[in-house]
Structure formats: C-alpha cells, structure tokens
C-alpha cells in the first residue's frame, strides 16, 4: 500500500519560512518523480516543484527563486524549503509520487500552509 505523509504546514508570517516534508512508503521511492503541488480555495492545483530521481528539478514560475526542493533517497522523503513567503503561498500542498506512464502516481493528503500577519 501506498502511503504519502506530508508534515510541515503551519501559520507563518509573510517573509517567513517553512520546510515540507513528505515521507512515502510503499513504492521503490528512488524511480519516482517526486512533486509538490498546491490547491488554493477556489483555484485549480498548480506544481509548485517537482524533482527526478536523480536530482533535476523544475519549478513553479510563482515560486522559482524562493523555494527549494530535495530529496533523500536513503530515508524515502521529499522537502520543500519554503522562503520568502507571500500571502499568496497561502494554499493545500500536496505531496505528489509520479512514474507515468510506465506505473502509478499517488498523492497525499496535504498541509496547509496559511501566509498572514
């Protein structure tokens, strides 16, 4: 079984930070594209990161300069450095696991993370 644990998600100030994590079980994590994506209300979801197996990773343009993502592939989780946040960062994020088209993807539950003073 598949499981997508995503961890993290707080109430920050703008021009704070977070840190995401996303621990995955179930999977041979290291031949899955791992991502995050966000969903805020009334808007469709977006990637936010995403990050190969071996390290290349491609970004958001909303975010690109101001997040980071990573992997260990040793303890099977996935981050996201989150700084410089804006109000606009305020969304549900979800830790996505993808290997299409030759297998599966899989999403967690997500974190919220809500941006105000």
């Known amino acids: 079984q598949v499981q997508l644990v995503e961890s993290g998600g707080d109430l920050v100030q703008p021009g704070g930070s977070l840190r995401l994590s996303c621990a995955a079980s179930?999977?041979?994590?290291?031949?899955?594209?791992m991502g995050w994506y966000r969903q805020a209300p009334g808007k469709q979801r977006e990637l936010v990161a995403r990050i190969t197996g071996s390290g290349s990773t491609n970004y958001g343009d909303s975010v690109k300069g101001r997040f980071t993502i990573s992997r260990d592939n040793a303890k099977n989780t996935v981050y996201l450095q989150m700084n410089s946040l804006k109000p606009e960062d305020t969304a549900l994020y979800y830790c996505?696991?993808?290997?299409?088209?030759?297998?599966?993807?899989?999403w967690g539950q997500g974190t919220q993370v809500t941006v105000s003073s």
């Open positions: 179930g999977i041979i994590f290291i031949r899955y594209r």
């Open positions: 996505n696991a993808d290997r299409s088209p030759v297998g599966g993807t899989y």
